[in-house]
């Protein structure tokens, strides 16, 4: 079965901190693997994909992640939080045939302190 | 371009009504996705249509039903609606291959 994990409920870092949210996922054929984040009330926003190629994938606001087959991971990183990065944070997980549903994790929500 | 847009942004609705949300998705686009997504948790999938036929359905019961129409908007419907219909219904377009999926800021439905 297809299944997504975010082990973190809630995360708390310092503004200028470094940070890391995991991801671990469940998928029988070759994954696409997608961070989203939202902020209260809002939609979600796609902050990168991961497809082929390239393991370590850039995405927008300054985040990456890592694609790690091995550990069936996808963790996203950020060097240094700014407040304005408090959200909550999905991970997500569909099939290279495209036009797949996708299964999502619980999220984790980060907060960020002065 | 405009992304995808959905309306309304909130309703409010008593138990047993039924109640239409739409979504316009993305110029282009011909897929459409709806999601389910309960306070505290991650979005679960309901539908999705491409080029206006089903090609995939959640783990949702029959009072949920879905349709698109030939300029790929689409009306997500649900009837006899119970308490815990309540969520944020979020709408999500693509195009084919590995674009991905954008969403909207979706529908805060209520249910009293």
Request: hydrophobic residues 30%; aromatic residues 12%; charged residues 15%.
């Amino acid at each position: 079965a297809q299944s997504v994990t975010q082990p973190d409920i809630h995360i708390t870092v310092s503004e200028g901190a470094s940070l890391e949210l995991r991801c671990n996922y469940s998928y029988g054929a070759t994954p696409y693997l997608f961070w989203y984040v939202q902020s209260p009330g809002q939609g979600l926003q796609l902050l990168l994909k991961y497809f082929s190629g390239d393991t370590l994938v850039q995405g927008i606001k300054g985040f990456e992640a890592e694609f790690k087959r091995s550990q069936s991971s996808f963790n996203l990183r950020k060097p240094s939080v700014h407040w304005s990065d408090a959200a909550e944070y999905f991970c997500a997980v569909g099939s290279n045939s495209g036009n797949t549903p996708l299964v999502f994790g619980k999220g984790t929500r980060l907060s960020v302190i002065a | 371009d405009a992304g995808v847009t959905q309306s309304p942004t909130h309703l409010i609705k008593t138990r047993g009504q039924h109640v239409t949300l739409r979504c316009s998705p993305i110029s282009g686009h011909k897929s459409v996705s709806w999601y389910q997504q309960v306070l505290g948790q991650g979005p679960q999938f309901i539908f999705q249509y491409y080029e206006k036929e089903e090609r995939g359905r959640g783990n949702f019961p029959d009072r949920f039903s879905a349709r698109q129409f030939p300029n790929y908007s689409s009306e997500l419907n649900v009837n006899a609606l119970l308490l815990g219909d309540s969520a944020l219904y979020l709408c999500a377009s693509g195009s084919t291959g590995t674009s991905g999926y954008t969403f909207g800021s979706g529908t805060r439905l209520t249910v009293v």
